[in-house]
C-alpha cells in the first residue's frame, strides 16, 4: 500500500462525490459509486488525442488536447466542475492513472481559487484498492450470516430493514431470477464491484447478513473469495405460506412495474423470461403458464400464472438448493422470529472471541 492509501480509503468508506473526467465510454465501463462523469474530453476528442499521441507523440497531444478543448468549451466543462465543488466541496477528482487530464482540470480550477482533491494513480488506484476489499479472509468473513427462503418470502425486504446487511440484488440491479430484470440496465461489472467494495469497507458492525445468491446476479458476477465465504457461512431460512409469496410477487414484479411501463410492454417482458425457462418447464407446462400469464395480463388475475410458476419451477429448484445447505442452516421461521434470532445472533458478534 502507498502512504496514503488509508486516507483513499477513507474516501470509499464515506461515499464521497468523486468527480471523473475521464471520457463517457471509459467510465460507462467502470466507475466508483456516487461518482459523476464530467469529462475533460469526450469520447470523439479522446479518440482524436489517442490517435496523435500514437503517430506524433506526447507533445503534438497534448498540443490538440488544448487546441480542442479552449474557449467556450472549455468555459463549459470548467463550469461544470465548479458548480458540482460548489454543491459539494469535499468531491474529489480523478482521470485514469491521475495523470495528465486530471492534472490541467486541477490547474484550470486553481486559477479560480478552488482546489479539490486530486487522486494520485487515479481510479486505477482506487479500483485497485476495491478489488483489495473484495479479497475477504476468514477472519472478515467469520461473523457472515446468510438469508435464504423460496422465491416470494421477502427476502429482500427483510434484509433492507437490517442495519447489518448489504443488498447484493440492489447493488446489481437485478432479483436474481429469471423474471429478475430490472427495467433499467445492469451496472458494468467492475462497477458492481466497485460498489459491493465501498459497501464493504462501510460496513462497520459485528455481523454482515447476505441475500442467498448463485455466482451470477443478472449478468454481474460475484468475486470468487467473497462467493467462497458466502458458501461456507451459516444459513437462516425465511418461511412465507404459498399465499403470501404469491401476493408479494404480484405487489414487487406486477403492480409496482405497471407504475412504470404499460401491461403490453411488461407482458412482453415476461414471455421472453419464460422463453428462456420453457425447456426446464417442460412444453406442457410452458404452455400452461403462458395461457394463464395471457388470461392475467386480458382480467388482471395475475395469481394463477404466478402459482404455477412457483410449484412448477422456483420451488423445485428452491428444495433442491436447499438440500445442499442442510448442514448449515441454523434456524427456519417467519420474519418477525428470523429477526429475533439474528438479533441474539448480532450480539453475539460482539462479545470477544475466545482465543
Given amino acids: 500500500m502507498r502512504p ?60 490538440l488536447g488544448h487546441q480542442l478543448i479552449s474557449g467556450d468549451v472549455k468555459a463549459e466543462r470548467i463550469a461544470a466542475w465548479t458548480d458540482l465543488l460548489k454543491d459539494q466541496p469535499k468531491a474529489y477528482l480523478y482521470c485514469w492513472r491521475g495523470g495528465a487530464r486530471s492534472s490541467i482540470a486541477c490547474k484550470w480550477l486553481g486559477e479560480l481559487g478552488l482546489s479539490p482533491m486530486r487522486i494520485e494513480g487515479g481510479y486505477k488506484r482506487l479500483r485497485n484498492l476495491c478489488l483489495d476489499a473484495l479479497e475477504v479472509t476468514p477472519e472478515k468473513t467469520r461473523h457472515w450470516w446468510i438469508v435464504g427462503g423460496r422465491t416470494g418470502s421477502g427476502k429482500t425486504r427483510f434484509l433492507v430493514d437490517l442495519d447489518y446487511s448489504i443488498d447484493l440484488e440492489g447493488l446489481a440491479n437485478h432479483r436474481g431470477s429469471a423474471f429478475g430484470a430490472a427495467l433499467t440496465p ?21 455481523l454482515l447478513v447476505l441475500e442467498d445468491e448463485s455466482r451470477t446476479i443478472g449478468r454481474v458476477g460475484l468475486p470468487e473469495s467473497f462467493f467462497r465465504a458466502m458458501q461456507q457461512a451459516p444459513v437462516v431460512i425465511l418461511e412465507a405460506e404459498l399465499s403470501e409469496r404469491i401476493d408479494a410477487i404480484r405487489a414487487e414484479y406486477i403492480d409496482a412495474a405497471l407504475q412504470l411501463m404499460n401491461p403490453d410492454a411488461l407482458h412482453a417482458r415476461f414471455r421472453s423470461a419464460l422463453a428462456r425457462i420453457q425447456r426446464r418447464l417442460g412444453g406442457q407446462r410452458h404452455r400452461d403458464i403462458l395461457a394463464a400469464m395471457m388470461h392475467g395480463f386480458e382480467h388482471g388475475e395475475h395469481e394463477g400464472w404466478i402459482e404455477r410458476l412457483l410449484t412448477w419451477y422456483y420451488d423445485p429448484m428452491y428444495d433442491y438448493q436447499l438440500e445442499k445447505k442442510q448442514a448449515r442452516i441454523r434456524f427456519s421461521g417467519p420474519a418477525a422470529d428470523t429477526r429475533s434470532f439474528l438479533e441474539q445472533a448480532f450480539l453475539d458478534a460482539q462479545r470477544p472471541f475466545p482465543t
Fill in 4 to 63: 496514503d492509501d488509508d486516507h483513499c480509503l477513507a474516501l470509499l468508506r464515506s461515499g464521497a462525490i468523486g468527480i471523473d473526467v475521464r471520457s463517457p465510454v471509459e467510465f460507462d465501463s467502470g466507475h466508483l459509486p456516487r461518482a459523476i462523469n464530467l469529462p475533460i474530453l469526450n469520447n470523439d476528442e479522446r479518440a482524436a488525442v489517442g490517435t496523435t499521441y500514437q503517430q506524433d507523440g506526447d507533445e503534438a497531444a497534448t498540443a
Fill in 186 to 206: 445492469q451496472p458494468a461489472v467492475p462497477s458492481f464491484e466497485n460498489a459491493l467494495a465501498c459497501s464493504l469497507l462501510a460496513h462497520n458492525a459485528p
